[in-house]
């Protein structure tokens, strides 16, 4: 008899499923649902650029469609499978991605009173409506409870939870007043399949609450009453209709109810697990565990790690993310990540690039790519920083800008792309020492995402800064695979380890570190940090004069 | 009766005339001669890119062409035009422009014994084989005569007189040991015309001898015969065969012998002035007087001024061209400049700019000027550093290279541009600060080259910058005029300042500071300094980290 699971992967514009095969790691089937509301998913207003929801109408149709679909699939590549073999649920969504719902838990905006109005909608997680609702609980906490800081790096997100929630109570009092709770998406969905949608019975997961709510053991759970009267008597008011604990994804949310067994053509009863972030299931998926770095390598990156709570960890300064048990239970989960990575390039290749390197996209990052390759490191003796969409981790500052360095009369746009690469190298590495000074060991670093799929000279520029082998996860859906294997597990049937050991495979090609290369990186990390601290730290002492002709130094060695 | 004079300008790659009238200003003739040897007038080495020589012969046939062929203009522009109103001749060349001649001034490249040569040939201005012997110079004067190096900014150039008659020692013994002497181009070409160029007949202008062959009556002339033995006793013994004394160009350097009169279709007997270098003559012949500064914005710029000698003047440190006499006679000549502009840009719009601006060079500057101009300053939030090509005044540091920063992921190639036109424009600012700082007061700035003429958006944000108005000369040969000017004036019949007044006339069009502009490129400048003075100036104490969020702060206000 053989075991399944279904992992659900809500993403920015689309939801997507995968069956696997938990003792082979065969994925049989996964199926991709873009949503149909408004702009690739989004609905936007034209009149405030910072506005981003979505329909949980798409949210539901979505998870029809991708299970049923990957039924479909694995009864087709599979004769004989049996969908009662599938034996949990696991869901991971974006956040914070918070939702208003009413007593019985249905969305507002499902509710005929509410169509058209966006404040009743899902507040996608990169709607920025809230910043002047960020900036004030920024700086209520630091007055108040200056420790709330301490775990989400100095600064409190307009995208984060609270600043989302207040916003919606002075836009739009209405919504909030007839909104009984509020919850993440990635709590929604499980709650919907287990049939656990009234607000007191939402099994909340620890991922969520701890990264966006200020949600921790130590003090209590969500941030007290005394602090959120400071920002607003109907913010605290609201603490009491949300929640006192947080879990982890290895319990239970629930048991999928005969509805929805019906609907989707799955047995009734199975487990569907606690859901959480996708970065933090897609870190499950790819094999992490204490001492494997899992960077997710895409338009930005999310890289994490875990602790096991035993080993101690004291709040490390630039680490935005720990939140205990937000990725393996018993273990802190270690988040950190660089603002745009991908992104960059595509800035770059978009504005920057001109045709002779090719007219579509695509055959200009080639020829790019290309030209690129026959670089020696430090030869183009140019110099960036990684900052055109700020920096996230370590130096968590928002208004920092990107910054090109070392150009002559014949630098070229290869050589300035190649740069950009370093940089964001240069970035990850930082993360990375940032990281070992306190504590956290890293031996083993697994590479997901687009970049780290497709673009092998870049794969072979990060291991050669960031001086470690690197391997790239056999999965393309690692974040739908860990939610999977969490479905697994919290039937209580299975151990994490096991399936990981069975479903979380590598690909064949690895990138280990060129000595040579490595030493040069060396060098040239050494003016990165120059820059890094003088622009990024306050205050910090550094000798800028020498970086210019370093780089020319290296250039010229590296040229001869 | 009318006052003529003629002016000849040998620049890189061709030589021109200009036949003026001294009363009216009117330009009657002006024909273009490009040189017929090598690559657009270049000899060069396939194995070494730093071979940069020029065959005189192009000078002696380009000279009866364009002289020639500017009185056959003259007689179709005005009839009765009569070539014995002439008055005078000057002339004006790139430099240091170093020719070995034998005992009789002809330049060794003319004899058949060195046909192809090349070091037997003209060493132009931007041969660059002799970085070592510059390097040794330097390091020789720093120990000996540290008096040598205040006065060229701290560092001997290989493009200069010594380094490249001592390169010609060493490489080619043979030639520096046929060479009875050696002289600059623009001092050759008014000794051919006056039948004096035996060694100890040519009179050698003072602006090439004072800004690159160490001369200076203070020291008695060149460098002395101690210092030139530490280098190679042959640098001594060629010392006897070379100059006491140099001349300003109101000098005459000889008669204009009949045989040249006859060749030309000029009177003979004519003054010919002494020569100097294209940019000082080029000054003259925008207007350049006590508080006026001449900038002549090309593919890199000169700025020139003059302050009269009995005002005295301390060594400004970064100004390495301070000669008396090399512009105006009894001024002290300022020349300073930036290493790279119109080069700059040339740079972006050849190697980084896409084809949505247009396909042609040309129709990529017109888009981004298109779209630039739409933007108010510091709204791009970006900032970049001029140093493509090195910092020359007042860094004096060929190790130092570009810098932009501030990039976002929405940054377009157009803002770029503008940030680098500021860029240029900043550094020139920097020019004029310190010249102000010495008591080199400016009221008045005049531009000539390129850029002045055909960019007017260019212009206005040099006036926002500089906060001065800006007048563009309106002769498109100021180099030529200027030297016209001076055989007008060493014949002694007319005086300069007469002279001036008649031709050195105003485009219509001037350019005004805006005052709001103004006020915003004050703040920027700061940010900019701070970052020239860290990466350009050691040991220099800077607090980096506000640069990037007084930049979004601007940006921020700017787009309100």
């Known amino acids: 008899m053989s075991r ?18 938990l003792d082979t790691g065969e994925e049989l089937g996964s199926i991709v649902f873009p949503y149909p509301s408004g702009t ?3 609905l936007t207003d034209p009149t405030d650029p910072n506005v981003a929801r979505q329909n949980p109408r798409d949210y539901l149709d979505g998870m029809v469609a991708i299970i049923t679909g990957a039924i479909g699939q694995a009864r087709a590549t599979r004769p004989g499978f049996d969908p009662a073999e599938v034996i949990g649920i696991g869901v991971d969504t974006t956040g914070s991605t918070p939702i208003p719902i009413d007593a019985e838990g249905t969305p507002l905006a499902l509710k005929p009173e509410f169509a058209g109005n966006l404040n009743a909608y899902v507040w996608l997680w990169k709607d920025h409506t809230a910043h002047a609702e960020a900036a004030a609980i920024t700086g209520t906490a630091a007055r108040m409870r200056p420790q709330y800081l301490a775990k989400c790096g100095g600064i409190y997100s307009s995208e984060w939870w609270w600043s989302k929630i207040w916003r919606c109570l002075k836009v739009d009092p209405g919504v909030f007043a007839a909104a009984s709770s509020w919850v993440e998406h990635c709590d929604w969905i499980p709650a919907v399949l287990t049939g656990t949608t009234r607000p007191d019975q939402i099994k909340r997961g620890v991922c969520a609450a701890g990264h966006k709510a200020i949600y921790a053991e130590e003090w209590g759970g969500l941030p007290d009453a005394e602090f959120l009267a400071a920002l607003d008597p109907a913010l ?30 799955l047995k009734p009863g199975i487990p569907v697990a606690v859901g959480a972030f996708d970065a933090h299931m897609g870190a499950v998926g790819a094999g992490v565990r204490p001492g494997t770095l899992v960077k997710i390598l895409g338009t930005s990156t999310c890289d994490i790690t875990v602790l096991p709570n035993e080993a101690g960890l ?10 205990d048990g937000s990725v393996l239970p018993g273990h802190y989960g270690i988040e ?7 992104d960059i390039f595509l800035w770059f290749v978009n504005h920057l690039v001109p045709d002779s390197y090719g007219v579509t996209v695509g055959e200009k990052f080639t020829e790019m790519e290309r030209r690129l390759s026959a670089l020696r490191p430090g030869e183009s003796g140019l110099l960036a920083l990684d900052w055109n969409n700020g920096n996230r981790t370590v130096l968590v500052d928002v208004r920092l800008t990107g910054l090109i360095l070392g150009q002559t009369l014949h630098t070229e746009a290869h050589e300035i792309y190649r740069a950009l690469i370093e940089a964001t190298a240069f970035g990850a590495l930082t993360i990375i020492r940032r990281m070992e000074e306190y504590g956290i060991t890293i031996d083993r670093v697994v590479n997901t995402g687009g970049l780290a799929v497709k ?12 001086g470690k082998p690197l391997q790239v996860a056999a999965s393309e859906q690692t974040c739908a695979l860990g939610a999977a294997l969490f479905g697994a597990v919290c039937g209580g ?33 050494a003016l990165y940090r120059t820059l890094h601290d003088g622009f990024g730290i306050e205050g910090s002492d550094c000798e800028l004069s020498q970086v210019m002709k370093d780089l020319i130094a290296i250039r010229q060695r590296q040229r001869s």
Not at 314 to 323: I, K, R, S, Y
Not at 505 to 523: C, L, S
């Open 4 to 21: 399944y699971a279904i992992g659900l992967d809500y993403g920015t514009n689309s939801c997507r499923s995968l069956l696997v095969d």
């Open 40 to 42: 690739l998913g989004i």
């Open 236 to 265: 605290m008011d609201l603490r009491s209709r949300l929640y006192d604990k947080a879990w982890t994804s290895d319990t239970k949310a629930g048991d999928l109810t005969p509805e929805w067994a019906e609907t989707l053509g």
């Open 314 to 323: 004291a709040d490390v300064p630039g680490l935005c993310g720990v939140v």
């Open 336 to 342: 950190a990540g660089q603002s745009a990575v991908g």
């Open 455 to 466: 673009n092998a000279t870049l794969m072979q520029i990060y291991a050669d800064i960031l």
């Open 493 to 525: 049937t299975v151990t994490l380890g096991e399936v990981q050991e069975n479903c979380c495979r590598m690909r064949e090609r690895e990138y280990a570190p060129i000595p040579g290369n490595e030493a040069v990186y060396r060098e040239i990390y």
